[in-house]
C-alpha cells in the first residue's frame, strides 16, 4: 500500500523506496519492535545504511530529488 500511495507524488523508484521502508518502520514499531530489530530489516529489506548519525552525514550530504 506504501508503494501505490506514494507512487502519486514520487515519480522515482528510489522515493517509492522510501515510502515503504517508513511505512515499515511504523508497523514494526506498533507492533512492539525493538529499534535494533526496526534498524536491521530496513537495512535489509532496503538496502539502507543506517550506522551513521546525523551529525556523520551532514558535512559531505547533497540533496537528490529521488527520495
Not at 506504501?2 to 523508484?13: D, G, K, M
Not at 519492535?33 to 551532514?58: F, H, M, P, Q, W
Amino acid at each position: 500500500m506504501a508503494a501505490r500511495t506514494a507512487e502519486v507524488t514520487h515519480n522515482h523508484p528510489e522515493g517509492v523506496k522510501g515510502a515503504q521502508a517508513v511505512a515499515a518502520a511504523i508497523f514494526l514499531a506498533r507492533n512492539g519492535e525493538t529499534k535494533a530489530a526496526i534498524k536491521t530489516y530496513v537495512e535489509e529489506k532496503y538496502g539502507y545504511d543506517l550506522s551513521r548519525s546525523c551529525d556523520e552525514i551532514r558535512p559531505t550530504y547533497a540533496f537528490d530529488e529521488s527520495c
